[in-house]
């Protein structure tokens, strides 16, 4: 029975017109790189090697064919693809921000080398000694940096990388060994003249720091060299100032080995409140002989 062509339903190829294309070229590009090849074997005045450099050549060259006519084919349906992948992308990112930030942040952190597991740091307002950095945080070991102790004191802080893009880093390692140790001890203003004591307390301060003084000079150029910058130090400082309510301040600034600060302070602490209360009883001695 004869076929008519009118009968026959076009519909179907319409409707996958990319599948018969793709089909079409699949089978035009097969035949063609085989006949080439067939031709290419055949050559009498080639060489061996010459004719496997051709084949190569050929199939590379059809392979690129291949795949840039695919993407002709399929051009509409890839567009609307990379249009889902690029809102895909776009939720992706919006969600995982931080988690970005932190990825980005470690790589802040390899490329800058701000600090190192042992190091005491201070990463915005948290401050301690790292003891674990990865991809996504730095893990410290808060050390009482503000308090001036400058001992453990048994919390851990996981801070996120993403805080390395956002806050500045210091990074505080030479306080490991020697800090300048800054306190201040305030009275009420009274008959007491504590310029009169000032001598007093330097010359404890010198006795406290005889010990060390010599390592303090050496590790304070050393300091300044590293840094390239001037720090106080090591000879022991006292200033007398007054507070906004009114009261006498006595701050001592003195270099020492972190490990002996808080000594130190309570020493001269001591000696101070006893040259004070000193003072104080020779003006209350002489006002009743008066």
Same mark, same amino acid.
């Given at each position: 029975?004869?076929?008519?062509?009118?009968?026959?339903?076009?519909t179907?190829?319409?409707?996958?017109?990319e599948?018969?294309? /793709?089909?079409?070229?699949?089978?035009?590009?097969?035949?063609?790189?085989?006949?080439?090849r067939?031709?290419?074997?055949?050559?009498?005045?080639? =060489?061996?090697?010459?004719?496997?450099?051709?084949?190569?050549?050929?199939?590379?060259?059809?392979?690129?064919?291949?795949?840039?006519?695919?993407?002709l084919?399929? +051009?509409?349906?890839l567009?609307?693809?990379?249009?889902?992948?690029?809102a895909?992308?776009?939720?992706?990112?919006?969600? @995982?921000? =931080?988690f970005? +930030?932190?990825?980005?942040?470690?790589f802040?952190?390899?490329? %800058?080398?701000?600090y190192q597991?042992?190091?005491?740091v201070r990463?915005?307002?948290?401050?301690?000694e790292?003891?674990? +950095?990865d991809?996504?945080? @730095?893990?410290?070991? $808060?050390v009482?940096?503000?308090?001036?102790?400058y001992?453990?004191?048994?919390?851990?802080?996981?801070?996120?990388?993403?805080?390395?893009?956002? +806050?500045t880093?210091?990074?505080?390692?030479?306080?490991?060994?020697? &800090?300048?140790?800054?306190?201040?001890?305030?009275r009420?203003?009274? $008959? &007491?003249?504590?310029?009169e004591?000032?001598q007093?307390?330097?010359?404890?301060?010198?006795e406290?720091?005889?010990?060390?003084?010599?390592?303090?000079?050496?590790?304070?150029?050393?300091?300044e060299?590293?840094?390239d910058?001037?720090?106080?130090g090591?000879?022991?400082?006292v200033?007398? /100032?007054?507070?906004? =309510?009114?009261?006498?301040?006595?701050?001592?600034?003195?270099?020492?080995?972190?490990n002996?600060?808080?000594d130190?302070?309570?020493?001269? %602490?001591e000696?101070?409140?006893?040259?004070?209360?000193?003072k104080?009883?020779?003006? &209350?001695?002489?006002?009743?002989?008066?």
């Amino acid at each position: 029975m004869p076929i008519e062509i009118s009968h026959f339903d076009t519909t179907i190829i319409r409707d996958h017109v990319e599948i018969v294309l /793709t089909i079409a070229w699949a089978l035009i590009s097969y035949a063609v790189r085989r006949y080439t090849r067939r031709v290419i074997r055949r050559h009498p005045t080639l =060489e061996h090697d010459k004719k496997r450099q051709r084949i190569n050549t050929l199939d590379n060259i059809f392979n690129l064919f291949l795949v840039v006519g695919f993407i002709l084919i399929w +051009s509409s349906e890839l567009q609307n693809l990379a249009i889902s992948i690029a809102a895909f992308m776009v939720a992706l990112v919006v969600a @995982t921000k =931080e988690f970005i +930030s932190c990825i980005v942040g470690a790589f802040f952190r390899a490329s %800058t080398r701000p600090y190192q597991v042992g190091d005491w740091v201070r990463i915005g307002n948290f401050e301690g000694e790292v003891t674990d +950095s990865d991809w996504l945080s @730095t893990t410290l070991f $808060e050390v009482d940096l503000k308090g001036g102790s400058y001992g453990y004191t048994g919390r851990t802080t996981v801070v996120p990388n993403s805080l390395l893009l956002t +806050s500045t880093v210091q990074n505080l390692n030479y306080m490991r060994r020697y &800090v300048t140790h800054v306190f201040s001890i305030t009275r009420q203003n009274d $008959e &007491v003249n504590l310029f009169e004591i000032k001598q007093d307390i330097l010359d404890k301060l010198k006795e406290y720091s005889e010990h060390f003084h010599g390592v303090a000079i050496r590790y304070n150029s050393l300091i300044e060299k590293r840094l390239d910058i001037k720090i106080s130090g090591p000879e022991p400082r006292v200033r007398i /100032t007054t507070s906004h =309510e009114g009261h006498t301040q006595f701050t001592i600034s003195l270099f020492c080995p972190t490990n002996e600060a808080m000594d130190i302070e309570q020493k001269v %602490t001591e000696d101070f409140m006893r040259f004070w209360y000193e003072k104080r009883a020779k003006i &209350v001695q002489k006002s009743q002989t008066a």
